[in-house]
Structure formats: structure tokens, C-alpha cells
């Protein structure tokens, strides 16, 4: 019996622990899940959907976090950036410019808010390089409802007409909504005007964001 309670409660904590991770293209810290990239000895991290700006949670446009997820105190280049502890001197993908490329995204936490795909033409990736990428659904910003169970996201992106690199990067941008916050203009915000003063709602101001960078190389 105790043997069985001390189960659930694994099973349980994983499930509040886990949050969003990047397979497809294979992200820099998720590189280690694949037998192909074996040959690189990746760093294996069991929190590779945990890059989560070491949850400082995030207004919409912030910049209190690693480009890639990482902790943004930390000295650069950060683990999950380009030289970066994580990363190898590899393309995991090669694509052609202006392929609809496959995304595959894994979250175990129903979190609400949504994901974003982003692409930087060098590396390098700045902030200011990252590019929002159409997604499957015809939008840049693909919704995920609050309280529905595990996410298996497997969606598309369009990468830009005319644009090749050797180097070249994919981020994934998650944030929730799971959050009460003073309203502002997050497209997550369901701000109740009447909850009163300043008003706030689910989904506004900070919120759990989590991030993952992959190499890819476009001719
Ligand atoms: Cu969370």
C-alpha cells in the first residue's frame, strides 16, 4: 500500500513539474532524448521543459530572461545558448527556405496562455533577431486552453521566402496564463474590470514562461 501511495505521488510531481519542451526541430537541451545525436555526448537534463527563466515569470515583452530559457543572471553565453554549455557545433535539421517545417512540442502541465516559434537568421541569436514564425493554424501564436490535460503539440511552421543560413536558430516561446495579474495588453489577458482597483484576470501582467533554442541550417 505505502508502495503504491509513494507511486502517485511520483506520478504527481512529475506532472506539476513538467512543463514544455522543444523535439521537434530537437532543441539544444532536449538533444539527448535522440539516438542520432549520441555521438556528440549532449549534457542529459531531466528538466529540459523546465527553461524557464528560473521562473521569474514574464510580462509579454520582457526581457528578465535568458534568450534561450537560461536564468538571465547568469554569465553569457548561457548553458542553453549558442556556446553554450548545452550546445554542440551541429545542424540538427537542414531545410530549404520557405519550407513548412514540422514542430513537435511536449508539456505536461495544463497551463493555459500559448506557444510562439521563433527563428534568428545567425548566431550568435539575439533577442532582437528572433522572427515570429506562422504556425499550423494559420497564426503566429498557437492558443492552448487552461486546465486541459497533456499537451502533444504537433503543428507546422512556415520559415521565411528567400532567407538561407548555415547557422541558424528555432526558438520555442511558451507562456501560460495559469496567473492572476494587473491587466495590461497580454493577448492572454481575460482582465475583469470590476475586480478592482488597478482590476486584474487571469493570464495578465507576469506569467511561467518557458523557452528552448535548436541549430538548424537552411539552403
Ligand atoms: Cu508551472
Given at each position: 500500500m505505502r508502495a503504491v501511495t509513494l507511486f502517485f505521488c511520483a506520478l504527481a510531481l512529475a506532472t506539476v513539474e513538467g512543463h514544455m519542451r522543444m523535439l521537434e526541430p530537437p532543441s539544444r537541451t532536449s538533444m539527448w532524448r535522440f539516438e542520432e545525436f549520441a555521438y556528440l555526448n549532449p549534457e542529459q537534463t531531466a528538466?529540459?521543459?523546465?527553461?524557464?527563466?528560473?521562473?521569474?515569470r514574464q510580462f509579454e515583452s520582457d526581457e528578465r530572461c535568458g534568450i534561450c530559457g537560461d536564468p538571465v543572471a547568469d554569465p553569457t553565453p548561457r548553458a542553453a545558448e549558442y556556446r553554450g554549455r548545452f550546445w554542440r557545433d551541429v545542424s540538427v535539421r537542414t531545410f530549404t527556405a520557405g519550407q513548412t517545417i514540422p514542430i513537435h512540442l511536449e508539456s505536461?502541465?495544463?497551463?493555459?496562455g500559448g506557444v510562439e516559434v521563433h527563428f534568428c537568421d545567425t548566431v550568435p541569436e539575439t533577442e532582437g533577431c528572433f522572427r515570429k514564425l506562422v504556425l499550423g493554424n494559420g497564426d503566429t501564436f498557437w492558443p492552448m486552453r487552461l486546465g486541459d490535460g497533456d499537451f502533444d503539440i504537433q503543428t507546422t511552421a512556415k520559415l521565411p521566402d528567400g532567407v538561407t543560413c548555415e547557422h541558424c536558430v528555432i526558438r520555442m516561446h511558451y507562456r501560460g496564463a495559469q496567473h492572476w495579474g494587473?491587466?495590461?495588453?497580454?493577448?492572454?489577458c481575460e482582465c475583469d474590470p470590476n475586480s478592482g482597483n488597478p482590476p486584474g484576470g487571469m493570464g495578465c501582467s507576469e506569467q511561467q514562461t518557458f523557452r528552448a533554442c535548436a541549430d538548424i541550417t537552411i539552403r
Open positions: 528538466t529540459d521543459d523546465e527553461f524557464w527563466c528560473a521562473n521569474i505536461y502541465a495544463p497551463h493555459g494587473n491587466c495590461d495588453s497580454s493577448r492572454t
